[in-house]
């Protein structure tokens, strides 16, 4: 197996290191900080100014939490499945990351490995050393003592924010509700920033007298144009490590008691392989509940009692939909759920990213918007519309729909079959097993009306 190695360096004073002890195929090194980086590298120079601006200065070991998760997107971004692995998936990455407080990250080695495992289906080491400067502080100091001036409520959560419909519906309940959430969310390309910013826009407008802000985070991987495809890695598996740090990173710095609400529709939580070939890491795994557990473990390992929480991760996202505290809003805001949205960005109805109708996200969407009787306002590029519609299986738009009508018809023919497949999600508490099947079949309920329209030829 080719092995790959990472290093960070945090800091105008870090020289980084040599790998040793192993044979690496690839050695990368990037620079990482809201300095002026003189190579490759990870620049966190505007978050650290929203941060500042925000009056939130978050412990040096949160910010280590975001230095390791930034490691983390640039070596799953950067290293090609394709060139740097045996069977065109599995990788070996060692990361080394420089930390604060090196005893602490030692002290969780085991468990970071194996959430970044259970995330991406590679194999990873990370080796933590201390940062070359000891008195480097990477939180932005500030000087304030109270909340930002003119607001009349310190936030009471965080809530993801990626422009999507689940993490609107989040907001709009927890606005709802009487909360005041700070939305985090993280970009980095034009792909889902407009969205983020017209559902954000949507929301400042339907409640005016809460003080709502966000935090928009532009994080982005340097790409080696000398590697050409060797470089770039499209998958994505472990985003969501970086979602979360983020999340936390706020969190943590607003108090104890603040959770990271990640609001996410049960069935895209779990995520059930849909064909045999989708098990494990093939499928994502970005809010599952084991990963979400194994996450408030490490941070309770790190001293840092804030909570990741799903709240609606027994429910169907037709149901988050139906039961949204303003449905009317949450269908007419303009939110993005695609999987990729710029793969093509002209349609009839003119240029700009749309959903393309035909994917897992945009068919459970679709079907969403069945079960709860609304109209979706979003743009979309066609899609399956249309009673008799029919999608040639040999072409990427019948890909998704054929799968979803072969789970379907694996569960008419074996009532167990979805219980099976919620176990190859990844460990569950057995207490909970019981309501995910009811969601899950609920959630296939929502997605068989839909797709009934569709013929396979």
């Known amino acids: 197996m080719c092995k790959v190695a990472v290093v960070f360096k945090v800091g105008t004073s870090d020289p980084g290191l040599t790998p040793t002890g192993a044979t690496f195929e690839r ?26 601006t925000l009056q939130l200065q978050p412990s040096e070991d949160a910010m280590d939490l975001l230095v390791l998760a930034a490691a983390v997107f640039t070596a799953d971004t950067t290293i090609s499945r394709f060139h740097y692995s045996q069977d065109s998936w599995t990788r070996e990455i060692s990361l080394f990351v420089p930390v604060q407080q090196p005893a602490l990250w030692e002290a969780q080695q085991d468990r970071i490995q194996k959430i970044l495992q259970f995330l991406t289906g590679d194999f990873w080491t990370i080796t933590f050393r201390a940062r070359a400067d000891a008195a480097l502080l990477l939180a932005p100091g500030t000087t304030y003592t109270k909340w930002h001036p003119g607001f009349t409520a310190r936030p009471t959560d965080v809530c993801l924010f990626s422009g999507g419909l689940d993490s609107f519906i989040g907001a709009v309940d927890l606005l709802s509700s009487g909360r005041v959430p700070l939305l985090v969310g993280h970009y980095k390309s034009s792909d889902v920033a407009p969205f983020q910013k017209s559902s954000f826009a949507a929301l400042e407008q339907h409640y005016p007298a809460t003080p709502l802000k966000r935090m928009k985070a532009y994080i982005r991987a340097p790409k080696d144009k000398t590697l050409g495809v060797r470089g770039d890695e499209k998958t994505e598996r472990g985003r969501s490590f970086l979602f979360f740090a983020l999340g936390v990173l706020c969190a943590q710095a607003l108090g104890p008691a603040v959770p990271l609400i990640v609001p996410e529709n049960g069935l895209i939580s779990l995520n059930l392989p849909l064909t045999l070939s989708r098990q494990g890491a093939y499928s994502t795994r970005t809010t599952h509940p084991w990963y979400i557990q194994q996450m408030n473990e490490l941070l309770r390992g790190l001293g840092i009692p804030n909570l990741i929480e799903n709240p609606y991760q027994f429910q169907t996202k037709g149901e988050m939909l139906d039961r949204c505290a303003n449905r009317t809003l949450a269908a007419q805001a303009g939110t993005m759920s695609c999987s990729h949205p710029a793969t093509r960005r002209f349609s009839a109805t003119g240029y700009g990213n749309r959903h393309c109708g035909y994917c897992v996200p945009c068919i459970i ?24 519609k029919r999608l040639d299986v040999k072409k990427s738009e019948g890909t998704d729909v054929m799968a979803f009508k072969f789970m379907l018809e694996m569960r008419r023919r074996r009532p167990n079959y979805v219980t099976a497949a919620i176990r190859l999600t990844g460990p569950l508490p057995d207490q909970d097993v019981p309501a995910y099947i009811a969601m899950c079949n609920r959630g296939l309920d929502e997605v068989d009306a839909f797709v009934q329209q569709v013929t396979l030829v």
């Open 27 to 52: 050695v990368d090194s990037y620079e990482f900080g809201s300095h002026d980086l003189l190579g490759p590298g990870v620049g966190i120079e505007a978050l650290t100014r929203q941060l500042r």
């Open 365 to 388: 969407r679709s079907a969403a918007f069945g079960k709860a009787g609304l109209h979706d306002a979003s743009p979309d590029r066609g899609g399956i519309t249309g009673a008799g």
